[in-house]
């Protein structure tokens, strides 16, 4: 039983086009979360929701909407996708928002040409 | 303001004998530290962490790391590398009583050879 699963795992586009990761946990945490790593392989917080609510909304372009229709899931849409958004994107999840580790899916590798 | 320093982008060791992994932390509060270990083209995994118990943090695999409030650090060490110990390494800081955000260190790529 995968913990936190994302799908796809890879995903290449053309610019311009708009596209979804999509993640789950069953772990029955409270908070879930969307880092990126970049090309340097740095991570970077985007957002984070806890039961639903968003409560971490980094500097992000407003391309990037997130959305948590339930606490066990939290999908990345993307609008207009650039050269740029080319990165890994993790989910991960935590039992509480306040100084617990957080559990990581296995990624999307999104490539955007 | 919390930050990680990762004082070696890059460690290269051979088989068998210890690693050292180090990081440097800044934090205005009380802080929650992690190592995590990412294999190529895999996810993140939690390798041990520090949550204001006990200085000294055992984890999987035989890492353990060493809390040291006077040097502001928390490095990674372990015995005797193993050839599966070659990954990418990240030190990570989050506050007690935050919001859950995890500070990633810039990562240290391990190299074993045999």
């Known amino acids: 039983d995968t913990a936190v699963s994302q799908t796809p795992k890879y995903l290449v586009t053309q610019m311009g086009n708009d596209k979804s990761i999509k993640c789950e946990q069953n772990?029955?945490?409270?908070?879930m979360y969307w880092y990126k790593q970049d090309s340097k392989k740095f991570l970077k917080i985007m957002f984070s929701?806890?039961?639903?609510?968003?409560?971490i909304n980094e500097t992000v372009p407003n391309r990037f909407s997130p959305k948590s229709p339930d606490k066990a899931h939290l999908n990345l849409h993307i609008n207009s996708l650039e050269l740029g958004d080319s990165a890994v994107y993790f989910c991960?999840?935590?039992?509480?928002?306040?100084?617990?580790?957080?559990?990581f899916g296995q990624g999307t590798r999104l490539t955007v040409v | 303001a919390q930050s990680v320093t990762q004082l070696d982008s890059h460690v290269s060791v051979s088989e068998g004998t210890p690693v050292l992994l180090r990081c440097n932390y800044s934090?205005?509060?009380?802080?929650?530290l992690f190592w995590y270990v990412q294999h190529p083209n895999k996810g993140l995994q939690l390798l041990l962490k520090?949550?204001?118990?006990?200085?000294l943090v055992k984890g999987i695999n035989g890492f353990e790391a060493e809390f040291k409030k006077s040097e502001t650090s928390f490095h990674l060490t372990k015995p005797s590398a193993h050839m599966s110990d070659a990954a990418e390494y990240f030190c990570?800081?989050?506050?007690?009583?935050?919001?859950?955000?995890?500070?990633f260190g810039q990562g240290t790529t391990l190299q074993v050879k045999p």
């Open positions: 929701y806890n039961n639903k609510e968003l409560i």
């Open positions: 772990l029955g945490h409270d908070t």
């Open positions: 991960a999840s935590s039992q509480f928002h306040t100084g617990t580790e957080a559990f």
């Open positions: 520090y949550t204001s118990a006990a200085t």
């Open positions: 934090s205005s509060y009380s802080p929650s």
């Open positions: 990570v800081v989050t506050r007690s009583s935050n919001t859950g955000k995890l500070i």
